[in-house]
DNA sequence: GTGAAAGCGCTAACAT
DNA sequence: ATGTTAGCGCTTTCAC
């Protein structure tokens, strides 16, 4: 791999005057920058990104971090926040939480391969974000509302959403209420599950251990817990599932058994992701406004990373969302 | 923040004694050792990455190169690929080529701030792959056949895949047939148009121009295109999406225009993305063997990577995934 | 077992 | 306008 050293060498410079005209510093003369951009044509030469960063110290790229590269995609999100990247003149990574400790997020955040970035996963432990985050190293997390230096948080209430989901059941009619649960040591479950609490409670009715199983906010959990469900022999008039995810699966669960929906069961999720408008019946959620968010989290980041004085928590309105699995009583 | 310099002064050590002891080599004693740990602990030292790359040469880290990162995602592709990355005990990063020859990706490629890459963006030139890849620095490249020092290809025969949905429609019956094309600089677009048209050739059929419109890969392309061939009057009575996200489109179209799928009009789809199987009808398609095409492109890098031998083009077989939206005529 | 020193490839302050 | 040079923070060879 030839390296600047040989561009100059072949061009007859200097270093320095080589590195100037690569990047197209005025100083040089147009006849000294030909000469070093024909040897570096020449020598299929090609910067090294480290070593400039290295001495730069600054990458002008920001992390996103997820859970799983594979998704479920926030894509909305992805995409405002891939916007924000890009208008700020910066590059954007993804990176996987997956592997805890060891993952590439891990990494990339401690040994500072990045100038800054947007944590969306819950197994990056706030530890991690805590003793990572400085002024000269903003992170902005988006599952929890931790916060220290260099560390704020952008949530959506995830409560008022559980609230709103439930209530609307209730004012349907329902009275029996399965809850459908998302992993025990997540955020936004006990977020959603504190709204359907009081909601229930508001209305003078009992939660009942039976109708409360967990599907790990994926797909295969929600069917599975569904199919538990029907195997208890009584059946609620709804469910809500703490994710779209799980409902997906929840639906298809129910459909196989031959359980009609909306007639027989009413279905509500949480997350308004794209398929909820593609199921059948299409489904009625939350949605969290996940282009909003996404937004604020890159502006956020990027004012921190110029140095400007940000809020250090910030709490975004969900909405509910009507379309067909809901039914009044 | 603290360098590897400050924790040897602290500990009282030198500079390669503390290198030791934070990379654990055995040779350093273990008092040397936890003076050093703790000194690094209270300093709250991180490694910087890039010194370390630097200095090494290498990153331990491929990168997957996607047109967007905020998908439509190849999600069993990516989590293949993941798998096949975290079992070689690498990291993975995913970049976007959104902004051509100044995207993240590109600069990714070019400045080898990785080991190695997959990519599946058809806006990177065959000209970046080309210069980029060499045997130090490994592409596979998924979405084409190119290939050259470096570069190899793994890709799905789109060609059977064009005559295998042709070919079910017309055994169907169907001899009035649109295609709704992806964007004209697509190598997967023509060659499941090139399949079309064989399948077409082959049972005598000739393809109406009123009945092939562009859809550009995205559901709102679909959309479009299917609003415009309503709006012509004469319906065919199949129609052949060169993918799904165009053919998720285009169902939405029908719909709202009181044309029922499958009784008034068939609809093939191409890909088996994962809302295939949730739209109404659920979507007949041609699936792409996104788990074994991901991991078999994870697996060839790595072998690369390793200087072992391997072959410069892959072709896998491609499937017909009967649902719901295809009917007898 | 520990330390001194070279150098990865680059940028930028300084000298000419 | 061009050249000289000092590092950025780390790993690793070589001497002790």
């Known amino acids: 791999m030839a390296t600047i050293k040989d561009v100059a060498k072949l061009a007859g410079v200097a270093l ?26 020449q ?27 594979s998704g479920p995609y926030y894509s909305e999100l992805i995409r405002s926040v891939q916007d924000v990247a890009l ?11 997956m592997g805890g400790k060891d993952s590439t997020a891990v990494k990339f955040l401690r040994e500072k391969r990045v100038d800054g970035a947007i944590v969306l996963a819950h197994n990056i432990t706030d530890d991690i974000l805590l003793s990572s985050a400085s002024a000269a190293f903003p992170i902005v997390v988006m599952d929890r509302k931790t916060t220290g230096e ?17 209530r609307h059941l209730i004012e349907l009619g329902h009275r029996q209420i399965a809850y459908i649960s998302g992993p025990s040591n997540s955020f936004d479950n006990a977020l959603r599950y504190q709204g359907f609490l009081r909601a229930m409670r508001e209305a003078g009715l009992e939660e009942k251990a039976k109708w409360r199983l967990g599907g790990s906010f994926i797909r295969e959990g929600g069917y599975k817990a569904t199919k538990m469900m029907m195997m208890q022999g009584e059946l609620p008039t709804a469910v809500f599932y703490a994710n779209d995810e799980m ?83």
């Open 16 to 41: 320095s005057t080589a590195s100037y005209a690569l990047s197209g510093d005025s100083k040089v003369s147009s006849k000294t920058r030909e000469k070093v951009l024909e040897a570096a044509r």
């Open 87 to 97: 208008s700020n003149g910066y590059d954007l990574i993804a990176c996987s939480s």
């Open 247 to 329: 409902a997906v699966g929840g639906i298809k669960a129910l459909e196989e058994g031959g359980v009609s929906i909306p007639d027989e069961i009413s279905v509500i999720g949480f997350d308004d992701i794209q398929l909820a408008e593609y199921v059948h019946p299409a489904l009625t959620t939350i949605h969290q406004p996940m282009h909003e968010s996404g937004s604020l989290a890159g502006h956020l980041l990027f004012q921190m990373l110029n140095g400007e004085e940000v809020n250090e928590a910030y709490k975004l309105k969900v909405e509910l969302i009507r379309r067909n699995s809901v039914k009044q009583i």
């Open 150 to 166: 260099g560390l704020i948080s952008v949530v959506v209430d995830g409560e008022q959403g559980g609230y709103d989901a439930t």
């Open 43 to 69: 020598l299929n030469y090609r910067k090294n990104g480290f070593a400039m960063d290295l001495k730069r110290s600054r990458t002008n790229t920001i992390a996103l971090i997820l859970t799983d590269l």
